[in-house]
């Protein structure tokens, strides 16, 4: 099993829909979990961080957390053609000092006008 | 205020030739990370700093490459002798409490360098 699993995609949703994205990992450890988009030839852009079980929303992005079941979702709002790139989802199974970053495969989300 | 800063943003060197990447972190943040990503293999976390001291190495693969952090803004990787199947592009990151940075925990990427080893 891998430690961080994603749906490969791609992921495809028309304008103005509900994206949603997910990952599970495998470490209970873990305490720490972000979302990060790359487009094309482009480095990782944080766009959310999520430490606790439930739902942080930031504009058009809300991350939902569950440990109980190592679930972590992306949820985009009102998508745009913008939007479409490649999300990874990265779990830090240690704190702070110590850290141990996993990044999943990522998925191709396709916005189509 | 700068981001992550690399350099070279792109080297095509031949095989055997020793490659060195370079790497300034973020101003006030104290740890930095060396990451790879191939289409084959995704983001892999080759090795990171905190405070200029490296804590983890196991994603080192294998002895041609080291990295080093001279100072608390600045870091080497270096591949030597390199090889075809070291072809990628290799990414460093920072983190710390201040900036942007709501967390420790958050890094922030460079924009990275692709690598080409003929």
């Known amino acids: 099993q891998k430690e961080v699993e994603q749906n490969s995609g791609p992921l495809s949703v028309p304008e103005g829909a509900i994206a949603s994205l997910n990952c599970t990992y495998s470490?209970?450890?873990?305490?720490?979990f972000f979302w990060y988009r790359q487009y094309s030839g482009k480095s990782p852009e944080l766009i959310m961080s999520i430490y606790s079980n439930g739902d942080k929303e930031d504009g058009r992005f809300t991350a939902q957390l569950n440990k109980a079941s190592q679930y972590v979702s992306l949820l985009i709002r009102d998508s745009q053609p913008s939007d479409s790139a490649t999300y990874l989802c990265?779990?830090?199974?240690?704190?702070?000092?110590?850290?141990?970053?996993?990044f999943g495969p990522g998925t191709r989300l396709s916005v189509l006008p | 205020d700068a981001g992550v800063i690399q350099s070279p943003r792109h080297e095509v060197t031949e095989m055997g030739q020793e490659v060195t990447l370079r790497c300034k972190l973020i101003s006030g943040h104290n740890s930095l990370f060396w990451y790879r990503q191939t289409m084959m293999r995704g983001l892999e976390l080759l090795i990171y700093?905190?405070?200029?001291?490296?804590?983890?190495d196991s994603g080192m693969p294998e002895d041609r490459f080291s990295a080093k952090m001279p100072n608390a803004s600045f870091s080497t990787l270096k591949i030597q002798p390199s090889e075809p199947r070291d072809s990628a592009v290799y990414f460093c990151a920072s983190s710390g409490t201040s900036g942007r940075s709501s967390s420790y925990n958050e890094q922030f990427f460079g924009p990275g360098t692709r690598l080409t080893v003929l």
């Open positions: 990265a779990v830090n199974r240690r704190e702070n000092y110590g850290q141990n970053f996993v």
């Open positions: 470490d209970r450890g873990s305490q720490s």
């Open positions: 700093f905190n405070n200029n001291v490296p804590i983890d």
